[in-house]
């Protein structure tokens, strides 16, 4: 698997840079942690890799294709964007997971089990039969990320996964994303010293400045 931006950058609504000249790959087990301060377009920019938002130029390369040449809902399963807060949908996360299981991208993926994924980090199996909406923020971010680490995705664009977790189940969730490929936003230096195979610093955007600094 390889996996790479070249030169990707978005604009503000006033029509200045967000970010600029982003550029970086991954390989197959590399985690990318991607940290900043708040207004920088961390989030932004995982949307833009996960063909959410607009971007007005660059190019994004899974296996040297494009996205436009796999077909937007099928990259949207290979690349796979879990938001840090998850909205609160009806029914319950057992009835989300089979009801998006039958969506044609995903009929040809084989799947893992999503309970027993979120077991791993302190989810009963009867939770999955409960309405989201009887669900803590934790027990939402740990079954929306289960549900996506099933799917099998080539990469997880992950926007502060453990940002409503303790520090135990952190460690947990942490240990299963080290077997994925995963771009991760985060605002904890430790959890980027414990998971990442490549850090990078977004800041704010100025004339003749690069936005992205690679840090490893």
């Not at 996996?3 to 982003?22: A, P, Q, V, W």
């Not at 796979?80 to 997971?97: D, K, L, S």
């Not at 996964?161 to 605002?187: F, G, M, Q, R, Y």
Request: contains cysteine.
């Amino acid at each position: 698997m390889n996996f790479k931006l070249e030169d990707l950058y978005k604009l503000k609504s006033d029509g200045t840079f967000l970010f600029r000249d982003i550029s970086f790959s991954l390989k197959k087990g590399d985690i990318l942690t991607i940290s900043g301060p708040s207004g920088v377009g961390k989030t932004t920019l995982l949307k833009c890799i996960a063909q959410l938002t607009l971007y007005e130029g660059g190019s994004i390369y899974l296996n040297d294709r494009t996205p436009e040449e796999y077909g937007i809902p099928v990259w949207r399963t290979r690349v796979m964007y879990v938001p840090q807060r998850t909205p609160i949908m009806p029914g319950t996360p057992m009835e989300f997971y089979n009801k998006m299981s039958d969506f044609g991208a995903q009929r040809t993926i084989y799947h893992n089990d999503p309970i027993e994924i979120s077991q791993r980090w302190g989810i009963s199996e009867e939770l999955w039969d409960k309405p989201w909406n009887h669900l803590s923020g934790g027990e939402i971010q740990r079954v929306s990320l289960a549900i996506a680490i099933s799917c099998n995705p080539d990469v997880l664009l992950l926007d502060e996964p453990t940002s409503a977790l303790d520090p135990n189940t952190t460690l947990l969730v942490e240990e299963t994303l080290k077997e994925h490929t995963c771009i991760i936003v985060t605002h904890s230096p430790e959890q980027e010293t414990r998971i990442s195979t490549k850090t990078y610093k977004l800041n704010h955007y100025y004339e003749n400045r690069h936005a992205l600094v690679l840090i490893d």
